[in-house]
């Protein structure tokens, strides 16, 4: 097989694959009224870019990155803000209410609430045009027409078919 006619086979195997074929099924989220504090220990124990924000329902009402927990919660170097905030006289006095007001925030309160999906029969070329556009979105939940969240999908997720295909990984 030529190197042309091998580009073209591997081109019609990738437009077979959706969705709903490379996804992670098993996905943790978390509920719009999760501790930030919570949020963040979740994304880093199970070392994820983000989490699914969902009701009671299972139903997708936003996400939660790193990112949002370090742009949105942080207009300045924390370590900065953390000695100046130690300096100021009024702030030893509140210091206990600061901390206070810092543990209660909600996951709401930073989410992305407009986040972007997947359906489950998006094909695999257009979920890599999507990935490219939108390069700092890591994962994409996958959403029924219920709007209920039954997987994820992260750039690790998109690579599998391709190392399958190179045979890079025989087993996933």
Not at 57 to 85: C, F, M, W
Not at 110 to 127: E, H
Request: proline letters at 5%; zero cysteines.
């Amino acid at each position: 097989m030529t190197k042309t006619e091998q580009k073209e086979t591997e081109k019609t195997e990738t437009k077979e694959i959706k969705a709903k074929d490379i996804m992670t099924r098993e996905v943790v989220s978390v509920h719009p009224d999760t501790s930030l504090l919570d949020a963040a220990k979740l994304i880093a124990e199970y070392n994820f870019d983000g989490v699914p924000v969902v009701d009671n329902e299972n139903r997708l009402v936003g996400i939660v990155t790193e990112y949002d927990l370090i742009n949105k919660t942080s207009a300045v170097h924390l370590p900065t803000l953390q000695v100046i905030l130690k300096n100021l006289p009024q702030f030893k006095k509140e210091e206990a209410h600061f901390q206070e007001e810092i543990l209660s925030l909600k996951v709401s309160d930073i989410m992305n609430k407009d986040p972007l999906t997947f359906d489950p029969d998006i094909s695999y070329d257009d979920i890599i045009k999507i990935f490219r556009e939108h390069h700092r979105v890591n994962p994409i939940p996958v959403i029924d027409k219920d709007h209920k969240v039954i997987g994820v999908i992260s750039r690790y997720d998109v690579l599998r078919p391709f190392q399958v295909l190179h045979g890079v990984i025989k087993y996933f």
